[in-house]
């Protein structure tokens, strides 16, 4: 009897908060008429339209400023990075634009996202392995996750409303909850556009906007999350296999935690900077004027008294201190063509070279030799893309000795030549740039002889401050490498260390 009564008045326990709601829902409708009988609706329709309009220009504006401030804290590459870590960036990013929201969820996919990451810049260092990723090794491995989770981390406190506070339980809760108010939300929208239509489609036209707007900025949030996630990954990955991520690395203890990863960055290359000088290699031919090259840069002939002997190599090393240069080494090498300089000499020279000053007689036109011998030395560079290449300058030397041999009256303008010396100069150096492959204004005119000495502070001493960025970057990058070597060698050393302490005291354990 009891359920038969409830049952009898169930239609009138639900039309008694219907009649407390219908005053309320039958406003608009009343609103409405009432706007339509004063002739006030369409003022009230056009005051709807433009502030939507507003609506939508400040949501469109907001967008686009949320985009900026993401695109602000996105991973960039490093600038001193070779060209193989280039290329590998650029897997990366082309990895990083592919992705969508709706295919990665946050959740264990990202494990997946990551070996894909990992995937690719594995294969840009070895290529023709088939399995790239086990040329990593453990601890390194392990090193990548630590800093590219400390980062994200990093980024997700500074970026994402309420971050600190969000538990992956919550994050759980709130899917589920979604899913449900995802299947009744429905019959919600239906049960009101039969109590009151003109409520209902106002209320339809609003959240369509509102949704819309939020959906947006959450998919944009989310996608930068994913390719944060995915640069970041791939940036240490790069770092890595070119050998310049160390395990042992000092800490910047006493800098806030976004500035962390920069200072210590910052203060490695500072201790680098200063303890490694500039390395400046002279080449040329035999009585091209290489030594009264350096005689030039410093100023006066004060070369002997910087020498630094060195009685196993023919190569001769001169500290060269000079205003606005990096302290910096300056090697006077025998002529190119002698015996004095074959490869085994000159090629690892080349190597740890930062800057290269090829110095070429005007007057000589037979250049083959040394072209031959630069486009060897360039093959040699592109065959390792894992470094920078020395940054080249050509002086070209003993232009007094151009016809007329007789006119020697300095300065000569090589941009608009009028004198027949200088336009022989111009013609000479432009021959230079031909022979040799390089940029015309690569390839400075110098007077080298006592008491004629032209263009050397104006002209290769300014080349040679312009270019001093680009070779601090090769110098950066093969100190890197050194440092990396070096830290190999003392794990190894360590290692053989604990193994040969593990093993003396084996005996005695195992009685």
């Not at 990366?92 to 969820?105: Q, S």
């Not at 001769?316 to 080494?329: D, I, M, S, V």
């Amino acid at each position: 009897m009891t359920d038969i009564r409830l049952s009898r008045h169930d239609g009138l326990r639900l039309a008694a908060p219907l009649l407390w709601l219908a005053p309320v829902a039958a406003l608009p409708v009343l609103g409405l008429w009432w706007l339509w009988h004063s002739g006030h609706l369409l003022g009230w329709l056009s005051a709807l339209l433009g502030c939507a309009a507003l609506g939508l220009g400040l949501q469109t504006w907001l967008r686009r400023r949320d985009r900026h401030l993401l695109a602000a804290h996105e991973t960039a590459p490093d600038p001193d990075w070779p060209p193989r870590d280039q290329a590998a960036w650029q897997a990366i990013e082309a990895l990083a634009a592919t992705l969508r929201p709706e295919d990665w969820p946050l959740d264990e996919s990202l494990w997946r996202l990551g070996h894909q990451a990992l995937e690719r810049v594995a294969r840009t260092y070895h290529p023709q392995r088939d399995q790239p990723l086990l040329e990593l090794t453990l601890p390194h491995g392990l090193l990548i996750i630590e800093r590219a989770c400390h980062e994200l981390r990093i980024d997700l406190a500074d970026n994402i409303p309420l971050s600190h506070r969000l538990t992956l339980g919550d994050l759980a809760r709130l899917n589920r909850w979604k899913r449900t108010a995802e299947r009744l939300y429905p019959l919600y929208r239906a049960g009101r556009l039969v109590v009151n239509p003109a409520s209902a489609l106002l209320a339809e036209a609003k959240s369509a906007l509102g949704n819309r707007a939020f959906a947006v900025a959450w998919t944009d949030l989310r996608r930068w999350l994913l390719q944060e996630y995915v640069r970041k990954i791939g940036r240490y990955a790069i770092e890595l296999y070119s050998g310049r991520l160390v395990l042992d690395e000092p800490t910047a203890a006493d800098f806030t935690p976004p500035s962390q990863p920069e200072a210590e960055r910052e203060a490695r290359a500072a201790a680098l900077r200063a303890e490694e000088p500039l390395r400046l290699l002279v080449l040329g031919r035999a009585n091209a004027g290489k030594s009264s090259l350096i005689n030039a840069l410093f100023g006066e002939a004060q070369v002997a008294t910087d020498c630094l002997p060195d009685q196993a190599s023919p190569v001769t090393p001169y500290r060269l201190a000079r205003e606005g240069l990096t302290p910096a080494l300056i090697f006077d090498t025998p002529g190119l063509d002698t015996p004095a300089l074959p490869p085994k000499i000159l090629d690892p020279l080349v190597d740890r070279a930062d800057l290269i000053l090829w110095v070429t007689a005007a007057q000589r036109p037979d250049r083959e030799p040394e072209a031959a011998l630069l486009s060897r030395l360039r093959q040699r560079w592109a065959a390792h893309p894992e470094r920078h290449p020395p940054t080249l300058l050509v002086a070209v030397s003993h232009i007094d000795l151009l016809r007329p041999r007789q006119e020697w009256q300095p300065p000569y303008d090589l941009n608009d030549p009028t004198r027949e010396k200088a336009r022989t100069i111009r013609a000479a150096v432009e021959a230079v740039a031909a022979d040799l492959e390089v940029p015309l204004d690569a390839a400075i005119p110098v007077c080298l002889a006592a008491g004629r000495s032209y263009n050397v502070t104006d002209g290769l001493w300014a080349a040679i401050l312009a270019q001093q960025s680009a070779a601090n970057r090769t110098r950066l990058l093969r100190l890197r490498g050194a440092q990396h070597q070096a830290e190999t060698w003392a794990l190894l050393r360590r290692q053989l260390a604990s193994t040969g302490r593990f093993l003396r005291g084996l005996p005695g354990r195992l009685r």
